[in-house]
């Protein structure tokens, strides 16, 4: 597929990805989500790829929602399909097994906030600004916003940016727990990176297992106990044990294969 309004790029096992629309702020439509996952299809399937980095175009703007005019008149089936369509893609995102990263550059308003938490780590630039808005369209949130921000900030605090629509700034979203780091906006990228690269030298198996296990503790129908008691073993077959015990006994650092 040729991308029209994603930017991708892999560099040293980074797979880097940018919403590509800074006149729209970089705003979600159906091309552009079609266009994020068909990359993630490749992801999974890329062993060469160990960590996925998510920014937006310019400064202003991580992704300043959905694209509004592109579905103001649809019917009810109609925005139910654009809902169901969207949790699917964020859910490519979130059960990836490479860890993804999100690079907060401004607005994460709306399907911008959504997009952050469906990936598995937030770093936000001093600039970040974040929202659930949807209420004052006289519409709920689609992405999942409903789910995961209870999930990330709890229940009271989730319930009080949802219904009132209310901004909040870099440092308020590090003490809610929605953003991991808040660093200044010339630092943004290196901080993911380097932080892409301390989770490089770790065993990709095990880390492919430990999200598989968060995931599902959250997932309706599933056992996060039982789950990780699957990855447990699992691990115990897989090189990158043999690799990792290997380079304990022998006091060197472990060269993971993700095997």
Do not use: W
Not at 24 to 44: C, G, H, M, S
């Amino acid at each position: 597929m040729e991308y029209k309004n994603i930017e991708v790029s892999l560099s040293n096992h980074i797979q880097f990805i940018m919403i590509n629309r800074p006149k729209q702020l970089n705003a979600l439509n159906r091309a552009t989500f079609n266009e994020l996952e068909d990359v993630f299809k490749q992801i999974y399937l890329n062993n060469d790829i160990k960590i996925v980095i998510i920014t937006g175009a310019g400064e202003k703007a991580f992704v300043a929602g959905a694209d509004i005019k592109e579905f103001a008149s649809f019917s009810q089936k109609e925005a139910e399909q654009l809902s169901a369509n969207g949790q699917r893609i964020f859910k490519l995102i979130e059960d990836c097994p490479k860890p993804v990263i999100a690079a907060v550059n401004g607005f994460a308003l709306g399907g911008g906030c959504e997009l952050s938490m469906a990936c598995h780590l937030r770093v936000a630039a001093d600039n970040a600004k974040f929202s659930q808005p949807e209420v004052s369209l006289g519409v709920t949130p689609g992405y999942a916003g409903t789910q995961r921000l209870v999930q990330l900030i709890g229940k009271t605090k989730a319930i009080e940016m949802l219904i009132t629509g209310d901004m909040i700034n870099a440092e308020q979203a590090l003490k809610f727990g929605l953003v991991n780091y808040v660093v200044p906006l010339s630092e943004l990228m290196s901080k993911t990176i380097e932080i892409g690269e301390k989770i490089m030298a770790r065993s990709p198996v095990a880390i492919a297992g430990i999200l598989k296990s968060v995931n599902a503790f959250f997932a309706e129908g599933e056992n996060g106990f039982e789950q990780e008691v699957k990855e447990f073993g699992k691990c115990f077959i897989s090189e990158d044990f043999k690799e990792g015990t290997a380079a304990f006994l022998e006091k060197r650092k472990p060269q993971f294969q993700g095997k």
